[in-house]
Structures are given as structure tokens and as C-alpha cells.
């Protein structure tokens, strides 16, 4: 009895999508986590995922690495640290950072778990719901997740082989203000772009920089990939050219080691206090453990030579998927030759939905990434990513070769006499 009565006194049980708050309905699965569960089954080839190789990285090196860290330094490496990472780890990344041109005060240095983190605190204290934050077309799937969970509108902007297009860029900041709406910022990859490939030129960086101070749009600029160019040293970072303008975003992921989740932001001074704060109320402070473990690889081990040699393994990759794309995939698909870094993005003719696609390809035992996960407005159907950084040269070769058949087999299905 005094269970109804309450019913009727606090209304009836919500449902839970009334429970959840409202930015809740903007959280949405990624459209490559289920793809991911699929193409790490040992059968399938994966061309899809972009986890760093991590077959030569020396364990044993490593095991040691950390234990001596515990024995002799646990009872800091155990412990909770600042907020904004620890001091040693940020003097380092100040020197990583200087391969890249850039001159940097460890203090201006927040480190972050993974630079993903570092993604979700931007978006948490710039964007509003509405408000616009421009990106390259196509884009770093992960970032236009955290942009969309933050209810921005994410406004693409065209890219060529030589990266983003400046005179677009200034095209799209005039027409989103000409219709009354505010940009927040610009989010970049300018080298070895996720999931182009493509290096921005020098010419265009300079180019960009200038259109964006101007107009008073900061830059965010995500370089896990930088130190990964295989032919030629990679160019200056844009930070390098603009300490004010520029929030730059870095990561040992793709460098050391992406399960010890440690990245960070470079950030205009009167922007770190904002930043620190709300990194505090997600995680009070990033991994001791991982950072001086970090740390003491960075002071003992020569990872300059590491990357050279990660750089050779992906180098010979990459070389193997541009081999066999120009052997087995049809005449008429284009593709992207990158310098450096995990990622061909790959265009065949528009009649061909690659999300479509998938089944068939699963099928014939391969995986990749459709193009529209890469945007935010359903463009991309006839695209693809692909990777070449996990499987080894022979599977590479064999999954391109499968791929090529399903689309030389669809576009036949469709009647194109552009196959051979
Ligand atoms: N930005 C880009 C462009 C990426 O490719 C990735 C990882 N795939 C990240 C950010 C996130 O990297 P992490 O959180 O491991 O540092």
C-alpha cells in the first residue's frame, strides 16, 4: 500500500533515454568500432585499424626500463602527480618537440592521457552546441566524434595532394560568418594526414596560419605522425611559426608506445589554466607510472634510433600497398602517395559506396575503413582509407589483391567498362 501511494506522489518511473542528459543522444558508437571486432578476426586482412606495429619494439629494453623504475622510484611512480604532468616528462617533450622546430616553455606543456584526451578538453572549453569548428575533408574519425559530442558543427574544408586549401579556407570562414554563426577553431593534421596521408606544404602552412590569425581562429594542430616521414625530414610543425595562434597536439602513441597513453597539448599561455583545470575534473592527473616510465626511456634508450627503425618498417609497408594497389586495383580509382605515416585514402568512382562495399569484402577476407566515417556530413560514400602499419608486407599484397577483385567485380556488376 505505502508502495503506491509513493508512486503516486513521485509520478511514474522515467524511461532511461529522459534520465540520460541531453548530450547524451550525441554520443553515437563509432562507425569503426564494430568494423574493428570483424577485422580482428585472424582470417580477415586488416587494411583498417591504425595501431602502430609494434613487432620490433624492444620488450625486454622496456621490462627493464620499468622495473627499475618501480625499485628505485616507485613510491613517486605509484603515487598521484600534478595535474599538469610532471615537470621532467615536460622538459623532455620540449625537446621532442624541437625535431619539429618548435621553441617551447615546459610550463606551457599540459600532459594528457593519449592526445585524444587532449581533443576532448579543446572541445570541452571552446564549443557550445552550434558552434563551428572547421576541418579538413576527410578527417581524423576520432576528433569528429569528440566535435559532434560537444554538439559542434563540423565544417569541412577541400584538401588536395599538398594538404588543405588555403583559398577555401577563406571562402568557408566568410560564408560561416556571413551567416551569423561563430567558428571556434580549425582543426588540422598537416602531416601525414589521418586518413589522407598527405603533407601540407610549407608555402601553405605560412599560408594558413596567416588567414587564421587574422580572422582570430586559433589552429588546432594534431601531429601524431610528424617524426614518421620516410623519404625526407618532415617540415616544421606550424607551432614552430606561431606560438599564439597555435594549440599543437602531440602524442608518444605512434612514436613509443600507444598503450602507455601519454600525449600532450602545447598551448598559448593564457589558454594552459583553462586547460589544466579541466583536465583535473577528468582525471585529477595523468599516469605517474606512465610518464616517468616515458621519462626514463626517453633519458636511457635511443629512441631516435627506434623511430628510424619504425620508420623502416612502415617505409617497406607502404611501399608494398603502393606496389600492389598499382597491380590489382582498376585504372580508373586514385589514390594517395604518402611520404610518411599509417594511411592511403583511396577514391574510385563515385558510383561505388564503399560502406555497401564492406560485406562483400569481408567476405573475400578484407578490411577497410568507408569514407564517410571520415566526414561529418555523409560525403566520402566512394572513398576508403586503408593502412598499411600492422600486417606484414606478403598480407598487405594479399589484401589489396582481394579488394581489387571486389571492386573490379562490382563495377563490372555495374556495367563500367572502366575495369582492367
Ligand atoms: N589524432 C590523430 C590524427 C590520430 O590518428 C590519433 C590516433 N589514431 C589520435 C589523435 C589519438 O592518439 P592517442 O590518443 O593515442 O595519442
Known amino acids: 500500500m505505502s508502495d503506491i501511494v509513493n508512486r503516486f506522489a513521485t509520478g511514474a518511473p522515467q524511461n532511461l533515454e529522459e534520465r540520460f542528459a541531453s548530450r547524451a543522444a550525441h554520443m553515437k558508437p563509432s562507425e569503426i568500432r564494430s568494423l574493428f571486432a570483424v577485422a580482428s578476426r585472424p582470417e580477415i586482412v586488416s587494411l583498417a585499424g591504425g595501431m602502430p606495429n609494434l613487432s620490433d619494439f624492444p620488450m625486454p629494453m622496456m621490462a627493464d626500463v620499468m622495473s627499475k623504475l618501480i625499485l628505485s622510484n616507485g613510491a613517486e611512480a605509484l603515487q598521484y602527480g600534478s595535474g599538469q604532468g610532471h615537470p621532467k616528462l615536460r622538459e623532455q617533450i620540449c625537446e621532442v618537440m624541437a625535431l619539429e622546430g618548435i621553441r617551447a616553455n615546459p ?29 579538413e575533408a576527410p578527417s581524423y574519425v576520432g576528433a569528429l566524434g569528440t566535435f559532434h559530442q560537444y554538439e559542434a558543427s563540423v565544417i569541412h574544408v577541400e584538401t588536395d595532394d599538398s594538404g588543405l586549401v588555403p583559398q577555401a579556407l577563406r571562402e568557408a570562414i566568410v560564408s ?47 601531429n601524431p605522425y610528424g617524426l614518421l616521414g620516410f623519404d625526407k625530414p618532415s617540415p616544421n610543425a606550424m607551432r614552430a611559426e606561431d606560438s599564439e595562434n597555435v594549440i599543437y597536439l602531440g602524442t608518444f602513441s605512434k ?63 607502404r611501399d608494398a600497398m603502393l606496389e600492389s594497389l598499382d597491380e590489382y586495383f582498376p585504372a580508373v580509382a586514385k589514390w594517395t602517395k604518402p611520404g610518411g605515416g599509417f594511411y592511403v585514402w583511396v577514391t574510385l568512382p563515385p558510383e561505388i559506396d564503399t560502406t555497401a562495399l564492406m560485406p562483400k569484402a569481408i567476405v573475400a577476407k578484407v578490411a577497410y575503413v568507408p569514407g564517410t566515417a571520415f566526414y561529418s556530413d555523409g560525403f566520402g560514400s566512394w572513398s576508403l582509407r586503408l593502412s598499411y602499419c600492422y600486417p606484414t608486407p606478403e598480407r ?21 567498362n572502366q575495369i582492367s
Request: charged share 20%; hydrophobic share 40%.
Open 107 to 135: 610550463d606551457d606543456v599540459l600532459v594528457t592521457t593519449g592526445s585524444q584526451q587532449a581533443l576532448d578538453l579543446i572541445s570541452r572549453i571552446f564549443i557550445d552546441p552550434g558552434d563551428v569548428v572547421l576541418a
Open 176 to 222: 560561416v560568418r556571413a551567416a551569423g554563426r561563430k567558428i571556434k577553431f580549425l582543426y588540422m593534421i598537416p602531416n601525414y594526414h589521418n586518413p589522407s596521408g598527405v603533407l601540407l606544404t610549407t608555402e601553405r602552412r605560412t599560408e594558413i596560419l596567416t588567414i587564421c590569425r587574422d580572422a582570430g581562429i586559433f589552429v588546432v594542430e594534431d
Open 396 to 416: 598487405i599484397r594479399d589484401g589489396v589483391k582481394a579488394l581489387g577483385g571486389v571492386i573490379k567485380t562490382e563495377m563490372s556488376r555495374r556495367g563500367s
Open 255 to 317: 612514436t613509443i608506445a600507444p598503450g602507455l597513453r601519454v600525449g600532450w597539448a602545447l598551448v598559448p599561455p593564457s589558454l594552459k589554466e583553462k586547460l589544466v583545470i579541466a583536465s583535473e575534473s577528468s582525471i585529477l592527473c595523468p599516469s605517474n607510472f606512465a610518464q616517468l616510465a616515458i621519462s626514463s626511456y626517453l633519458a636511457e634508450q635511443p629512441w631516435r634510433d627506434q623511430i628510424s627503425s619504425f620508420c623502416d618498417l612502415y617505409k617497406v609497408r
